[in-house]
């Protein structure tokens, strides 16, 4: 069959789109190349083939378009042999993205078939996946980088995978820079048949990766976890669990999940293994992965920080108030407030007279810096507070100057008649003396005596016909003699009503 040459033309064409026929009356033409999506060189020679029903007696019209819309001759009156040669010249502004083809019957022009676009460039573009790599064996969870090189192919591309054997493809993501790198988390999902597919969003050009498998890791890191932050120069236990017999380990440590460095090789799968962290592995997403010898099995870890040594901050706690000497009145709510350094989050707190034992307030509480008290029934000239770290009973202060507790305004209060006897002996005392709280609800006589655990009377004390109401009374050693600190015993007498309390005195 005989040629027709055309002219060296400087037009360029790129996208494919549809082959078209057109019939009308007994005519008919079908273009069969190109066929769009190919890409045409500059200087090579190309035919362009299509095939009429019948010959078109008048030849065959040959147009093109840059655009899809604007069409221009490219040849006319072109015998129609179903061929015709065109070479491509050296062009400018390569490549071009927008052209058809078409060819139509010279006689009725409605006779017509438009080609699918295609592209004339000087270079192939090129889009070449490296990573990963056909049999490469991927792990659920894991991050992997999708890799690729490219040739003069555009400026964005969309990345796919499949994992059933392309039955079905997922989009990876739609759009991204066409810089050669993208991070991919795999799926949690096991699959024997997978691939990955890289195309020109812009474009026909594309690329697939070989057949590669995703396995569910057979080492499960327990530490470090992505709640850890290590710190260089310490020392710690990377712990895992191995599933299977993974025999001995080999253990690698990456700071960029790119360049991994070993760790470790040839470790008894025993779960736990000490590690000093060097200074040379100070990151904020650093990732340990292992593999068993024995049975291939593998395991990634979460991302973890490793940062310089920083000694912890001191803990130390200071009582603020009470701390000036303060006197206070039992019954009411007192504020108790102090201030800490380092992470402390829980705190216990005491009170005391001098020379007594820590009383608890609470056993242990919220760390605040505050606590409201209900300050006890009880007189004090010479109290303290003490905050305690609830976790560490070194860290602890107390108050630096005594408070005192009184009755305050609780003496007036209690003026009204009491329904019953209550009687109290208070924590406080003078030299030779002791004080009790004495509730009658009737008058009557009452008698005070503080009695050691001997049997001796070291303070006696009778008042005659004391009014019914609420008095504070003292206990006294008639013979001027110091009531020593001990354990005693109270007795109280008020006409009918007698009681006894087991006290112990402080210093």
Not at 142 to 150: G, H, N, P, T, Y
Not at 157 to 183: P, R, S
Request: proline letters at 5%; one cysteine or more.
């Amino acid at each position: 069959m005989k040629k027709n040459r055309g002219k060296n033309l400087g037009w360029g064409l790129v996208v494919a789109l549809v082959i078209a026929s057109k019939s009308f009356g007994q005519g008919t033409i079908t273009l069969d190349y190109p066929v769009g999506g190919e890409f045409w060189m500059v200087d090579s020679t190309y035919t362009i083939q299509w095939t009429s029903t019948p010959t078109a007696a008048s030849g065959i019209n040959i147009d093109y378009s840059l655009d899809i819309i604007n069409w221009n001759p490219l040849a006319a009156n072109v015998p129609d042999t179903g061929e015709y040669e065109l070479k491509i010249p050296q062009l400018s502004e390569l490549p071009y993205k927008s052209v058809l083809i078409r060819v139509s019957d010279a006689a009725d022009p409605s006779i017509n078939a438009n080609s699918k676009a295609f592209s004339i460039v000087d270079t192939l573009p090129v889009l070449s996946l490296t990573s990963p790599k056909a049999d490469t064996v991927m792990h659920m969870g894991d991050l992997a980088i999708v890799r690729w090189d490219q040739v003069k192919s555009g400026d964005w591309v969309k990345i796919q995978y499949t994992i059933d054997a392309g039955n079905n493809w997922e989009e990876l993501v739609f759009n991204t820079e066409n810089d050669g790198a993208y991070n991919w988390p795999v799926p949690s999902q096991k699959a024997d048949s997978c691939k990955i597919a890289i195309i020109e969003t812009d474009g026909w050009v594309t690329d697939t990766s070989g057949w590669f498998k995703i396995v569910q890791p057979e080492i499960q890191f327990t530490f470090p976890t992505s709640a850890d932050t290590l710190c260089i120069d310490s020392t710690y236990d990377i712990q895992w669990a191995s599933f299977g017999n993974a025999g001995l380990i080999y253990m690698e440590v990456t700071k960029d999940n790119a360049t991994w460095d070993t760790l470790f090789s040839d470790l008894d799968d025993d779960g736990s293994e000490s590690f000093v962290v060097p200074d040379t592995l100070e990151c904020d997403s650093c990732r340990l992965r292992a593999w068993g010898t024995q049975n291939d099995g593998f395991g990634i870890s979460e991302y973890f920080a490793i940062q310089p040594n920083q000694s912890p901050q001191e803990k130390t706690i200071t009582v603020t108030s009470p701390n000036n000497g303060e006197t206070i009145s039992s019954g009411n709510s007192y504020t108790i407030t102090w201030s800490n350094t380092g992470s402390i989050d829980s705190i216990s707190i005491y009170y005391k007279n001098a020379g007594a034992d820590w009383t608890p307030i609470v056993a242990k509480t919220a760390n605040k810096n505050s606590y409201q008290w209900t300050v006890p029934d009880i007189v004090c000239s010479s109290c303290f507070i003490g905050v305690q770290d609830a976790n560490n009973a070194t860290t602890i202060d107390s108050s630096d100057v005594p408070f005192a507790i009184d009755l305050g305004t609780k003496a007036t209060a209690k003026s009204k008649k009491p329904e019953s006897f209550s009687a109290n002996v208070l924590q406080t005392r003078g030299n030779n003396t002791m004080k009790a709280m004495i509730g009658l609800p009737h008058k009557s006589d009452v008698t005070l005596s503080l009695i050691s655990l001997h049997g001796r009377t070291r303070a006696h004390t009778t008042y005659e016909n004391v009014n019914s109401g609420y008095h504070l009374l003292d206990i006294i050693n008639n013979r001027q003699k110091v009531i020593t600190p001990g354990m005693y015993i109270a007795n109280i007498e008020a006409g009918k009503y007698v009681t006894t309390r087991v006290i112990t005195l402080f210093d």
